[in-house]
Structures are given as structure tokens and as C-alpha cells.
Nanobody, 117 residues
Framework: QLQLAESGGGLVQAGDSLRLSCAAS????????LGWFRQAPGKESEFVAQ????????AYADSVKGRFTISKDNAKNTVYLQMNSLKPEDTAVYYC??????????WGQGTQVTVSS
């Protein structure tokens, strides 16, 4: 079973950048599609970005398109989320997730990102 652990969150100012990392342990990392989700206080979880097993077709939420970039390093079993031009509305707990098929069924514990204005 794959296990995921996020890191890289923190407190930044609007306009700053952060890179989140999600390290995977376990077998068959290359067999999973990977995604990032976030949940702000009092709000439902929302999709942020995803990347397929073969690195093709990265997809982004409209709210982060052009500012965030998802990537992965199979050699390091790690998926990244580069976040540029951060806004206060990006404040949330960010989770990485993995899916062997069409459903995300492996989740990390989350990392807090706080963007001050």
C-alpha cells in the first residue's frame, strides 16, 4: 500500500512562492495518478491539480491555472506542487493523493499553507 507524506507548507506573504513536496513510500509509485487538493477553513475540499502516471495531461483548477505547476520525480518517488504568485485565498491545508484507477484512495496527512495579505 502506498503511503504519502506532504511537506513544504508555511506562512508567506501575498505574491510569494512555495513548493510543496509529497514523498511516497511503498511499491508501484509509477502506477498511480497523483493529485493535490486543498481545504480552507469552513469550506469543502477542492481539487487543485493532477498528473497522470505517464506525466501526460496535467490538469489544474481554474483558480490556480498559470500560477501552480504539478510535477513528479519517479526516481525520488515524489510529487511536487510549485505555487507562485500566492494569494490570501490560497490559504488552506493542502493534501496530496494517489489513485491507481479513477478514484483517489490514498491520502497524505496534509500541510498548512497560509498566505497573508
Amino acid at each position: 500500500q502506498l503511503q504519502l507524506a506532504e511537506s513544504g507548507g508555511g506562512l508567506v506573504q501575498a505574491g510569494d512562492s512555495l513548493r510543496l513536496s509529497c514523498a511516497a513510500s511503498g511499491r508501484l509509485f509509477n502506477s498511480y495518478g497523483l493529485g493535490w487538493f486543498r481545504q480552507a477553513p469552513g469550506k469543502e475540499s477542492e481539487f487543485v491539480a493532477q498528473i497522470t502516471r505517464d506525466f501526460s495531461s496535467p490538469a489544474y483548477a481554474d483558480s490556480v491555472k498559470g500560477r501552480f505547476t504539478i510535477s513528479k520525480d519517479n526516481a525520488k518517488n515524489t510529487v511536487y506542487l510549485q505555487m507562485n504568485s500566492l494569494k490570501p485565498e490560497d490559504t488552506a491545508v493542502y493534501y496530496c493523493a494517489a489513485r491507481p484507477g479513477s478514484i483517489y484512495n490514498v491520502w497524505g496527512q496534509g500541510t498548512q499553507v497560509t498566505v497573508s495579505s
